[in-house]
């Protein structure tokens, strides 16, 4: 094939974006009224810390998140948008994906039980990896146009 469709490059920078596509519909997708006003998200989450069969993820729940679930709230819902943005803009990108795989293994972790949640935790951790290690922000990105990270 003489001519390629998309550069290798430029697949990294969509992987990139759907990724943050991902991220903006996960934020999207949320009732941040139950999630702030009534901390729903987080209660969902306790429920399940409470049963988890790995003390560690019981215990920090219990002391981590438990005594700040409004923050917590904020905290998640914030960083869903912010991953979201920055992935598809190509803003801080190394930064955004080393967050949104740290927020993956913090879900697949949790949920390590729920078969239903893990697939996608797990496909969103190894685009996030390969997007990194691709360096995925040298395509289509404000990192790039603002010569960072290069």
Request: aromatic share 12%; charged share 15%; glycine share 10%.
């Given at each position: 094939?003489?001519?390629?469709?998309?550069?290798?490059?430029?697949?990294?920078?969509?992987?990139?974006?759907g990724?943050?596509?991902?991220?903006?519909?996960?934020?999207?997708?949320?009732?941040?009224?139950?999630?702030?006003?009534?901390?729903?998200?987080?209660?969902?989450?306790?429920?399940?810390?409470?049963?988890?069969?790995?003390?560690?993820?019981?215990?920090?729940?219990?002391?981590?998140?438990?005594?700040?679930?409004?923050?917590m709230?904020y905290?998640?819902?914030?960083?869903?948008?912010?991953?979201?943005?920055?992935?598809?803009?190509g803003?801080?990108?190394?930064?955004?994906?080393?967050?949104?795989?740290?927020?993956?293994?913090?879900?697949?972790?949790?949920?390590?039980?729920?078969?239903?949640?893990?697939?996608?935790?797990?496909?969103?951790?190894?685009?996030?990896?390969?997007?990194?290690?691709?360096?995925?922000?040298?395509?289509?990105?404000?990192?790039?146009?603002?010569?960072?990270?290069?």
């Open positions: 094939m003489d001519t390629i469709w998309l550069t290798g490059a430029e697949w990294l920078a969509v992987l990139r974006i990724l943050g596509l991902w991220w903006l519909e996960s934020w999207r997708h949320k009732d941040r009224g139950a999630w702030f006003e009534r901390g729903s998200g987080i209660v969902w989450a306790g429920e399940i810390a409470a049963k988890h069969r790995w003390g560690a993820v019981r215990s920090g729940f219990e002391r981590v998140v438990t005594p700040r679930p409004r923050v709230a905290t998640v819902v914030s960083a869903e948008l912010a991953l979201g943005l920055g992935l598809i803009s803003f801080l990108t190394p930064i955004a994906l080393l967050g949104g795989l740290l927020l993956n293994l913090l879900y697949l972790t949790l949920m390590i039980h729920d078969v239903a949640e893990q697939g996608q935790n797990l496909m969103m951790a190894l685009i996030s990896t390969v997007a990194f290690f691709g360096m995925s922000w040298q395509t289509w990105s404000l990192d790039s146009a603002l010569g960072w990270f290069l």
